[in-house]
């Protein structure tokens, strides 16, 4: 398989390129709009065909990407099944497994930042979005978040995958690139150890974090699979392409 963890460094994005050696066959997952022709231009360069975009969640810091890949290259959209938007052309399922070549994607039902939010596990390595983060987690208070819902996501679903599997988030502020179950468990400051769900809801009701800068924005414009604000045309561009200060955990 080949793979790639690229850096969309406005929003502090990764986005993951998957691709079956044989086949040719690409994945993108959580594509930021910025960085579409950056993305593009690898996937050219590998000699690949991009058949899928997919998106954990519907995000609140950055424009997808999806449309404007589905313009560009005919990739179909694949969304949680929990994202409730007519968009997609796929809907990513517990227990429905996405395959392409010889990569099976096992989508994972993973509320708590959202309450649309998936994980999606390839093989030994988990994409977890902003659910997991290293060291962290994605914030709870917007888009039906729930802190109680994160704990037992992370607790219960995540958790219980083998420790030796390596944790690639969609988000890192700190330069880190990939952590394990293992790690996880034993170090994440809110969630790892004994932390129960009381201190967890605690912690999370003190975080503090500024209103994301994007979300009225960036919400309806991932409900259309990636769609910049028409009410804003001074900003257009601006809106799509700058992101900063919008942190997700
Ligand atoms: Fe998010």
């Known amino acids: 398989m080949i793979f790639r963890q690229l850096y969309e460094e406005?929003?502090?994005?990764?986005?993951?390129?998957?691709?079956?050696?044989?086949s040719r066959e690409a994945v993108l997952i959580d594509p930021v709009?910025?960085?579409?022709?950056?993305?593009?231009?690898?996937?050219?360069?590998?000699?690949?065909?991009?058949?899928?975009?997919?998106?954990?969640?519907?995000?609140?810091?950055?424009?997808?990407?999806?449309?404007?890949?589905?313009?560009?290259?005919?990739?179909?959209?694949?969304y949680p099944v929990t994202s409730q938007c007519d968009c997609p052309d796929v809907r990513a399922e517990e227990g429905k497994a996405?395959?392409?070549?010889?990569?099976?994607?096992d989508p994972i039902y993973t509320p708590g930042h959202t309450d649309d939010h998936y994980a999606y596990k390839i093989g030994n390595?988990?994409?977890?979005?902003?659910?997991?983060?290293?060291?962290?987690?994605?914030?709870?208070?917007f888009q039906n978040g729930s802190a109680e819902d994160l704990y037992k996501t992370v607790r219960e679903k995540l958790f219980s995958l083998p420790d030796e599997t390596l944790v690639y988030p969609a988000h890192d502020y700190n330069h880190r690139h990939v952590s394990s179950i293992a790690q996880e468990k034993e170090r994440n400051p809110r969630l790892g150890g004994n932390t129960n769900i009381?201190?967890?809801?605690?912690?999370?009701?003190?975080?503090?974090?500024?209103?994301?800068?994007?979300?009225?924005?960036?919400?309806?414009?991932?409900?259309?699979?990636?769609?910049?604000?028409?009410?804003?045309p001074d900003k257009y561009d601006q809106y799509c392409q700058e992101m900063s200060a919008s942190p997700q955990g």
């Open 198 to 232: 009381e201190e967890f809801k605690k912690t999370m009701a003190n975080l503090n974090l500024d209103y994301p800068k994007f979300i009225d924005h960036a919400v309806p414009g991932n409900r259309l699979c990636g769609v910049c604000p028409k009410d804003l």
């Open 33 to 78: 709009y910025p960085t579409v022709e950056r993305d593009l231009h690898i996937i050219n360069s590998l000699g690949l065909k991009l058949v899928y975009s997919l998106d954990t969640h519907i995000h609140a810091d950055h424009i997808t990407s999806a449309r404007r890949l589905k313009e560009l290259t005919g990739s179909q959209i694949v």
């Open 10 to 22: 406005l929003s502090s994005t990764y986005t993951y390129l998957l691709a079956c050696e044989d």
């Open 125 to 141: 390595k988990v994409l977890t979005g902003d659910a997991l983060l290293i060291d962290g987690c994605g914030r709870t208070d």
């Open 98 to 105: 996405i395959v392409v070549g010889s990569i099976t994607i």
